[in-house]
């Protein structure tokens, strides 16, 4: 069974990879960059998910998290030239003005950063509980996001950085999405995700156990925040630009949209719903557009393609409470039973099929 297993997964690899040559080299620029946006919201879908879906912290902190790793990967990675165009109110800091790093590098710095301000930030608010540590995470997310727009010799404030370098790829994003699902089963499947379950059900009950709250309370969080930190480089070099506006608590909503949609505390939910919100918020865009239906035309009203996948995920979330996948998980048991329970039957009336 376990042999089986493994060969499917390793075919659905082999396939996934198949795909995204295909997609890297053939397919139009628009799609691919929707699909990698796809993969970074899973990335950051599934960080979150770690903090509130299975530790049972609320926090709406995420937005800032991203903010750093976006911006030092941007710093580190533009061009001594780009940052003179750039710069140009207020010359960069000079420790920055000549730095140029690789991609990888710098994406994993700002990872580290993110995650080193995530325990800094949690260390004193996960002493909170509920809608006393969102505020409190919520504030330290606008805080972040404040500093960023009055530190001229660092981030150009609210002008923001353009010409960051296109690094990011299906390869980078798909890759890192790739190790952020495996590092997240494999954490939550350890005695450490055991643990982050039980103070989510109960942390009175799991303190009683011996379990540390605090400990992996922070735990929790800075691994979150080092993944989200992890998602915001990798867009910030794949818009090409960012600016402290594009950090709003908007934007932590969004991927608590995704988590919510998924289920809180699914990781295979989380994926799916990624590609589905980031997919239908595309594709519904011509809602902003004029449309001509012949005998009369509908004018374009900006947002109104929000308004309908509010609407829609509004009715998703009241037949589905608990999310898509709730709290269950993909496995190829259940998907090949599910597969063998809709062969046709015999003749007989007797099916013709193995459970």
Known sequence: MKK???????????FLVIFLYF???????????????????TILGLSMNLINGFTGLFSLGHAGFMAIGAYV???????????????????????????????????LLAGVLSAIAGFL?????LRLKGDYLAIATLGFAEIIRVIFTNTQNITNGALGLKGIPAYTNLWWSFGIAAFTVLFMALLINSSYGRALKAIREDEIAAESMGINLFKHKVMSFTIGAFFAGIGGGLMANLLGTIDPAMFKFTLTFNILLIIVLGGMGSITGTVISAFIVTISQEALRFLDQPMDLGLFVIPGISGMRMVVFSVLLMIVVLFYRHGLMGTNEFSWDKFLNAISLKKPLSKGGKYNGNA
């Open 73 to 107: 990967t941007a710093i580190l990675t533009l061009s001594v030239n780009s940052k003179i165009q750039n710069f140009f109110l207020e010359p960069i800091a000079a420790p920055l003005a000549n730095v140029e790093w690789p991609f990888f590098p710098a994406l």
């Open 121 to 125: 930030i949690g260390a004193p608010a």
């Open 4 to 14: 089986r297993n493994y060969y499917l997964t390793t075919i659905s690899l082999i």
């Open 23 to 41: 997609a890297h080299n053939y397919m139009d620029a628009y799609i691919v960059r929707i699909l990698n946006l796809c993969a970074i919201y």
